[in-house]
């Protein structure tokens, strides 16, 4: 079972076919086709269908691709950890990031990390928890800086606290109960989440629950953080809750507005989520030390 291999099947997932994949590892087709079939050997089983339409994976290929990212992402990490323990800041960092964390503590951390460490590459990518947990256990992804329940963490991740995240409820400037004091006044409003149920967009649900009101009257599910505020700003019909970081670099921020709610709302806990058995490298401990370091500044 060759390194190489598990790379390609990881690239052939990520760009949809074998002779993109060739060519991304600057291979002949023929060749990387002949590895593959190596492997299928060693593993009797078909990992891939091949067809007029492109490549897909079988069941035993998508069963083996969750080990291949795993093995890929982690002798990635061991080269680059050996790497910066002789000296050499190289390698790559990946990581996902909340809209709030991405719009406030990761800009300046990462101007410090990278006059500190130029050679290294950071890959940064939208996401929140739970729906980047796969790409976590997985081992695409080192870690991710993002709200979560740490009741709900799942057990081969680990949360590590940074700080708790203000969020506001927004309405258009039009809509009619702009104004209002009370979560109770917003009870038969049109509600947009920005996550499902228990994820960070959907906090409005914890804080009718904690005031004793019933569920929100939920009518769209927008998980862009990009579009979000401008659906909201298209109608006054519409009421969502966002970080506030979000509402005030918003480019529609002059057609929204603060709904000034006197009841508490819930603060999301920031945390870095990572799997508990993989360690970080050298770098991205330093990156994470890097944002915990303006995260302090902001208590």
Known sequence: MRLPTLQALVLIEELGSIRAAAQSMALTQPALTAAIQQLEAELKAPLLVRSKKGVTFTHFGQAFLRHAKLMVGQSRRAQDEMAQLRGHWEGTIKLAVSPAIGLGLLPQALRQFTLQHPEVKVHCRDGLYPSIAPVIRDGTLDFALTPVHRMDLES???????????????????????????????QDCAWVLSSPSRGPGAVIE??????????????????????????????????????????????????????PIEDTLPSPLICTVRRHDLPLTPAAMQLVGWIQHFALKRL
């Open 156 to 186: 081969d991740l680990v949360a590590e606290p940074l700080y708790s995240s203000q969020v506001v409820i927004v309405s258009g400037v039009s809509h009619p109960l702009s104004r209002a004091v009370r979560l109770a006044q917003l």
């Open 206 to 259: 914890e804080a009718f629950q904690t005031h004793g009101l019933g569920m929100p009257r939920v009518t769209m599910l927008c998980e862009s953080f990009l579009a979000l505020p401008a659906v909201v700003a298209a109608s006054d019909q519409w009421v969502t809750t966002m970080p506030r970081i979000l509402f005030e670099n918003s480019p529609f921020k002059d057609q929204l507005c603060i709904v």
